[in-house]
């Protein structure tokens, strides 16, 4: 059994700042990608950032040059920094995790519950 629990959502000023985290615990071998996906009422869910094991980085259009993504593999735990806030990046935040839990096993999808980030004046 594998959760993921995100922190760290909120409201802030257009131009703030927030920091968002996600923890994987659980039975787990091995962490693969993690990354981090955001979604607004009646739209699907975007990437907004992924993160491999090797540390290779993937940004979307609009939050490149603003959101930084991170991971501390002795946590478990991908960060994900955003800075310069616009309000259209108020949306429900989820993070994602490719996890083997034994080793004879291939990768799951793992997704947080996720967090509001509401960014207004």
């Known amino acids: 059994q594998v959760q993921l629990v995100e922190s760290g959502g909120g409201l802030v000023q257009p131009g703030g700042s927030l920091s968002l985290s996600c923890r994987a615990s659980g039975t787990i071998f091995r962490i693969n990608d993690m990354g981090w996906y955001r979604q607004v009422p009646g739209k699907g869910r975007d990437l907004v950032a992924t993160?491999?094991?090797?540390?290779?980085?993937n940004y979307a259009d609009p939050v490149k040059g603003r959101f930084t993504i991170s991971r501390d593999d002795a946590r478990n735990t991908v960060y994900l920094q955003m800075n310069s806030l616009k309000p259209e990046d108020s949306a429900v935040y989820y993070c994602n995790a490719q996890i083997v839990s034994f080793f004879w096993q291939n990768a799951r999808t793992y997704w947080g519950q996720g967090t509001q980030v509401a960014v207004s004046s």
């Open positions: 993160i491999s094991s090797g540390g290779s980085i």
